[in-house]
């Protein structure tokens, strides 16, 4: 039995600003459970991110939306389906959030933002107030709502949470994880990703590197780059992380891009590794069954 396609998806996408690629043959599909996309700054998640949404086109391969690419599909459609939520700052300072809410709204629907206020926790007598009258959480839950005004199946999450404290973040996870949208959630954070995604994609340096069932890539990484990355997470009342293998930040020109600053890297990475199945995930890695504990 083959498995149903997801309606989202990259195909071999290499994307680029100008004639200079930054995201080289990258594969995802947009499946249920959510769908996490993982990497230091830099490594071009929000670039992807950017395609999904149509707003960057491939130099090569497609993004498929059901059985068109994005260049063929009917926009109007995809954009009441899929939908950014982009962080809280991108609202307009100005506007009173109710109006900021109508904006994404038909005419004839206007009367819904009390109601969208309140799917997302808020009370509706907020909608005179601005942004700066609100708090960081409260801010970030009125562009939830202005994201699900038209209904959308799919929701984009550029590091929604990140300039939240713990106790609001986790609030605001909550609410997401309740919503009935698929999602695809763009972050550094390994532990918004665990609570939001049954499957992640670690990025390095505009490749993917590992992916897999997000609780497998945590528990148990494959790449030495996963690893590192879950390993850098300081434990509550614990000694600060070790700083394991050499810290150069550039990415290495030739073969394995990660291997000036992987503990593992021999002479064989020299040769670009290409993703092969491990374990049930795939990853770019000669050294993967040394990484695996
Ligand atoms: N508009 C642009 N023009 C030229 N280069 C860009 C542009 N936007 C991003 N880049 C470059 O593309 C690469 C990937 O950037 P991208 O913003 O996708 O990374 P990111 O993983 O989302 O990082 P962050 O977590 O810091 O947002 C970087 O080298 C960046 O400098």
Redesign the pocket.
């Given at each position: 039995m083959t498995m149903p396609r997801a309606e989202l998806r990259a195909d071999r996408v290499t994307l680029?600003?100008?004639r200079?690629p930054?995201?080289h043959d990258v594969s995802i599909d947009i499946t249920e459970g959510g769908v996490g996309l993982i990497?230091?700054?830099?490594?071009?998640?929000?670039?992807?991110?950017?395609a999904f949404l149509g707003l960057l086109s491939p130099i090569s391969g497609n993004i498929w939306y059901g059985d068109q690419t994005l260049k063929k599909a009917d926009m109007r459609k995809f954009r009441k389906d899929v939908q950014p939520v982009f962080q809280a700052e991108a609202l307009d300072p100005r506007m009173r959030v109710g109006a900021s809410i109508a904006e994404a709204l038909p005419r004839a629907a206007r009367s819904r933002v009390p109601d969208l206020l309140e799917r997302v926790g808020l009370d509706p007598a907020l909608a005179v107030r601005r942004p700066h009258e609100l708090s960081g959480g409260q801010r970030q839950r009125v562009v939830i709502a202005r994201a699900l005004a038209v209904g959308p199946r799919l929701l984009i999450l550029?590091?929604p949470t990140s300039a939240l404290d713990v106790t609001v973040q986790a609030r605001v996870l909550d609410l997401l994880v309740s919503l009935e949208t698929e999602r695809l959630l763009?972050t550094?954070n390994l532990a918004v990703v665990e609570r939001l995604c049954r499957t992640s994609h670690v990025?390095f340096a505009?490749r993917v590197v590992e992916s897999g069932p997000t609780s497998d890539l945590l528990a148990n990484p494959a790449h030495p780059y996963t690893r590192a990355l879950r390993d850098a997470v300081p434990k509550l009342g614990g000694e600060p992380p070790e700083a394991k293998g050499r810290t150069e930040a550039v990415p290495a020109a030739t073969g394995c891009a990660f291997r000036l600053r992987c503990p593992l890297a021999g002479p064989e990475c020299e040769v670009a590794p290409e993703p092969r199945d491990v374990q049930g995930r795939q990853v770019a890695c000669h050294r993967a069954e040394d990484v695996l504990t």
């Open positions: 680029g600003y100008g200079r930054v995201v990497g230091e700054s830099g490594s071009g998640k929000t670039t992807l991110a950017r550029d590091e763009i550094h990025l505009g």
